[in-house]
């Protein structure tokens, strides 16, 4: 069975960074692009890019380009999004997703979501 | 960019009511057109894809339809479980409706 556990809830202060973990369970990791999407409070879903484990390729959102970075670790069930320069209209909670098909946004499995609060 | 706009925004029904939710898009996706639904404290739910495709394990209570720029989701017999906010896709390029709340009278 597919599960995608993400790490706890996470408090920051304005330009701080924060690195949120997404565990992968019940299939295989390689063959899945990893995608992060947020919810902002009140607000819609916003897609924040992906991630293709297999090959280490990247694709961001342009909003985030220059201050995301997704990865996996070595043992190669763990995605990883580390957003730097937090501001508060970045608290929200952060979602991973399994893409049913590669690049596409159409997302099969979620995490359960992590809460960054951005305040100082 | 593509936009997609959910109506109506919040929705009250009773137990057992037939339900509609609409998404419409600024532009013809064809049938590339997701539904999720979110509860609070847990992971978002796939329901439906390309428009009209019921995923796997989900209630056929549950129904799409459309094409083009205006899609529907139908839950046929509203249960107490579909309190949720649900959500509209575009999923070629990423974009989210901005959700209808459903809440039981």
């Known amino acids: 069975q597919v599960h995608l556990v993400q790490s706890g809830a996470e408090v920051r202060k304005p330009g701080a960074s924060v690195k949120l973990s997404c565990k992968a369970s019940?299939?295989?990791?390689t063959g899945w692009f990893i995608h992060w999407v947020r919810q902002v409070p009140g607000q819609g879903l916003e897609?924040?890019?992906?991630?293709?484990?297999?090959?280490?390729?990247?694709k961001y959102a342009q909003k985030f380009q220059d201050r995301v970075t997704m990865t996996s670790d070595a043992s190669g069930d763990t995605a990883y999004m580390d957003l730097r320069g937090l501001r508060s209209d970045d608290t929200a909670v952060y979602y991973c997703?399994?893409?049913?098909?590669?690049?596409?946004?159409?997302?099969?499995?979620w995490g359960q979501g992590t809460l960054v609060t951005v305040s100082s | 960019d593509v936009q997609m706009t959910q109506s109506p925004s919040t929705l009250s029904a009773s137990v057992g009511d037939r339900v509609t939710i609409t998404c419409r898009a600024s532009q013809s996706i064809s049938a590339w057109l997701a539904w999720y639904q979110l509860k609070p404290g847990k992971a978002p739910k796939l329901l439906i894809y390309e428009a009209s495709r019921l995923n796997s394990g989900v209630p056929s209570r549950f129904s799409g339809s459309g094409s083009g720029s205006e899609f529907t989701l139908t839950i046929g017999s509203l249960q107490p479980d579909d309190v949720a906010t649900y959500y509209c896709q575009e999923y070629r390029t990423y974009f989210f409706g901005q959700g209808t709340k459903l809440e039981i009278k």
């Open positions: 997703a399994r893409g049913k098909f590669g690049w596409s946004g159409l997302y099969d499995y």
């Open positions: 019940g299939y295989t990791f």
């Open positions: 897609w924040m890019g992906w991630y293709n484990p297999k090959e280490g390729a990247t």
